[in-house]
């Protein structure tokens, strides 16, 4: 059953939702599930950063030995069909205009050195100097989350799906986004006549195709595109009994170029508490021309691709005398016709979407999401939930978090709680909540494999990077084989 009620209640009901959230999150585990779940609140629990998985055996909430911790992720069960739906059910972040604001990002486990681990792929890791932009070997995740508003960073993590090698980004982020607003609208979180979703997404997305994909669902996009982009107004009607054909592109609308900016623009001022002085530019109805070299659109029937209209906003922040000036951002929105308050609320989202970076941080850094050394892509899914399960527990527990204090201390609000706060205090929530787990059995460990003898059953190396290829790269390797052959 869906949970509808609110963290406004104080922490007698935060309390109970999150004592029915355990109860939910017991349920979904299938198999292993007392290992697994000792598992979840020895993270909560653990009093330092997650650096190895070994360790949290030593916590007294798992109560159980070492091997017991792996053999319930590599050979655990998960519901995770029933656990989306449970997150999904959370109560989320209320904005004042009671409107949803999600954000979706990919982050990676990076494995550069499990040369047995299947279905890895080459991720894009930051670096400085000669370092910048490389490729490193492990799994990418793409995770969707709830913003909230305030100066708070809080985000409700959603959903997370492994990229495989087979998997098409965009196709798979679309597919994601529309179970996630699916399950929101079954919880009751979204009904027919609200607002459409706003949902942030970062310039390493293909914001057409994914527009494109997305037109039948109440969603408006917020992608940030590059400066370099070229994009194409509305074409005007035709004059009566004017020669040739109707054109499918107007004046192009440059990013790098304000020569091509005059016409049709839209420009405010706005205020941001953290950059100040904005100045707003908007273009309404561009599209992008779409060929058979844009990504996504390669095995489209015919010449005529279609004209994906929205709203190209330009933000430039002017900062007082002395400071560093900032480099224009450019969004482009699936919304044609926007108006002023709705390219505020698009902007102000996009720019909420770093929320998402500091969750991403908090759940590598302190949580240990990338930190086990585990073989199997099921069993590292299965170790991506259970994160994302103590993630929300975290989230719950805020206004019991705030009421355990030092008694000269003073009691802080809920919402001023840093996750790292709220964690330290967790083990307070958790005899609150009580636990649906049951206690380890007393037993004696199996014998293993005899003392020196060989592992005559190695596993194999698997390969790294993508299996599939686009249509065009397809037909280039068929064509370059035809010629040499």
């Not at 098409?168 to 006549?193: C, F, I, P, S, Y």
């Not at 990338?370 to 892509?377: E, H, S, T, V």
Request: hydrophobic fraction near 40%; include cysteine.
């Amino acid at each position: 059953m869906p949970f509808t009620l609110s963290c406004a209640g104080g922490p007698a009901q935060s309390a109970g939702l999150l004592a029915g959230f355990r109860g939910e999150f017991y349920r979904c585990l299938t198999r292993r599930g007392d290992a697994l779940f000792g598992l979840a609140d020895a993270v909560l629990c653990e009093g330092r950063r997650v650096t190895d998985l070994a360790r949290l055996s030593l916590v007294p909430e798992f109560g159980r030995g070492h091997g017991a911790l792996y053999d319930g992720l590599n050979a655990g069960r998960a519901d995770i069909g029933r656990l989306r739906r449970a997150v999904a059910g959370l109560p989320l972040p209320a904005w004042p205009d009671g409107r949803i604001r999600l954000a979706a990002d990919v982050t990676a486990w990076l494995r550069p050195d499990a040369a047995t681990s299947p279905e890895r792929l080459f991720c894009h890791v930051q670096g400085k100097g000669r370092n910048a932009g490389q490729q490193v070997a492990g799994w990418p995740y793409s995770f969707v989350a709830a913003l909230g508003p305030g100066a708070s960073s809080w985000t409700l993590l959603l959903d997370a799906v492994r990229i495989g090698p087979d998997d098409n980004e965009t196709e798979l982020a679309a597919a994601q986004l529309r179970e996630v607003v699916t399950r929101l609208a079954a919880a009751g979180h979204w009904k027919d006549g609200d607002p459409p979703v706003l949902v942030a997404l970062d310039a390493g997305y293909n914001a057409t195709r994914l527009a494109w994909l997305l037109a039948d669902l109440p969603v408006v996009l917020a992608v940030r595109v590059r400066s370099d982009r070229v994009f194409y107004r509305h074409v005007p009607p035709r004059p009566a009994g004017a020669p040739g054909r109707q054109g499918r592109h107007g004046p192009p609308v440059s990013c790098a170029d304000p020569a091509t900016w005059e016409q049709g623009a839209v420009t405010a001022a706005a205020e941001s508490p953290r950059c100040g002085p904005l100045a707003v530019t908007a273009w309404h109805r561009v599209h992008q021309q779409l060929t058979s070299q844009s990504g996504g659109w390669e095995d489209w029937p015919g010449r005529a691709r279609p004209l994906v209209e929205g709203t190209l906003v330009r933000l430039e922040a002017r900062p007082a005398a002395g400071l560093r000036a900032l480099e224009p951002m450019w969004l482009w929105a699936s919304d044609p016709e926007a108006g002023p308050a709705e390219v505020a609320a698009l902007w102000q989202a996009y720019l909420r979407r770093f929320d998402l970076e500091h969750a991403f941080r908090f759940l590598k850094s302190a949580l240990g999401w990338n930190k086990p050394l585990l073989r199997d892509p099921a069993a590292a899914d299965r170790w991506t939930w259970l994160v994302i399960a103590c993630y929300a527990q975290l989230y719950l527990a805020r206004p019991l978090a705030a009421a355990v204090r030092l008694p000269w201390q003073r009691q802080p609000p809920a919402a001023a709680m840093t996750p790292g706060q709220v964690r330290a205090g967790f083990r307070r929530a958790r005899q609150i909540a009580g636990t649906p787990a049951r206690m380890a059995k007393p037993a004696r460990p199996g014998p293993g494999r005899p003392q020196g003898s060989k592992n005559k059953k190695k596993a194999p190396a698997q390969p790294a990077g993508k299996r599939k290829f686009t249509p065009r790269t397809r037909r280039k390797h068929a064509a370059e084989k035809k010629h040499t052959g």
